[in-house]
């Protein structure tokens, strides 16, 4: 159909004689479209997505193979000012995966165009060296009969991951930016994140989906025991939230609310793994986790790392 992102972007008589491969980094504000783009740029629900803001907070890579093309595509965590520690880190993995991207795709919502200028939403002295294409998203939002969309020159692209508008030609011209290099990956591989990492994801992508707006964000999850090669796959979390008040909304009334998180979370395991889950999950408090460096450090938080700039 017009504008699938799955239809070839590189023409069988125009196949490259060697391998491209790189790194690209789908940065911007938060909620600006970057994980619903990435599914639908890979196929596959890896990323969550809220209407919330700050629901990225762990870099999420995903896959695209075609041809003698392969796109590493890096779902970023939303450039914000913190606020916490917690949003330190985030904006912290931000840049750091921005920097060491091949392309840079600057995402910005089409209903408010025009985007900033990068440099400046990243708060850099300098521009990074990688090539930055401004890729308005949510495009179907904006009425066809607005002809003067607003562009940054040729690296401007409008698209949609809800009708695929815009992302062949968003691939063609990241393509035509990627080194020539060997995969990285095997080619049918879509992501490169273990299992664990999508359990915590789904689980959180559910209390976003279930809860107001306070708990969601003061909610993690950590996988305890995961026991792959069984029939269902046995996965045990425990889920973290920092205050006992919040403990209890989480549970519901009469278990109800944390049942719906689990059967959410674990119908969109079943799908990615294509196999039967069974997930028992536990709720603890853990006072003010998000503002604790040693505790960010174990749910995948990495401490500050210096780095020049850009």
Known sequence: MPGDPHEPTVSPSVRPSVQQCGHVALAGRPNVGKSALLNALVGEHLAIVSPKAQATRLPVVGLRTEADVQFIFHDLPGLLDPDYLMQQRMRELALQGARRADVIVHLHPAPEAPAPDFTTLAGLSQPLPAPVLTVYTKADLVPDRLTDRPTDGPGAHWVSATTGEGIPELLREIAALLPIAPFEFPADDLGTQPLRFFAVEYLREAAFELLGDEVPYAFTAEVDEFREHTDPVYIRATLYVERNSQKGIL????????????????????????????????????ANWRKDGALLERFGFPGHRSSSDP
């Open 251 to 286: 549970i519901g009334e009469g278990g109800r609310t944390i049942k719906e998180l689990g059967r959410r979370a674990r119908m969109r395991l079943e799908q990615l793994m294509g196999q039967r889950v069974f997930l028992e999950t536990w709720v603890k408090v853990l």
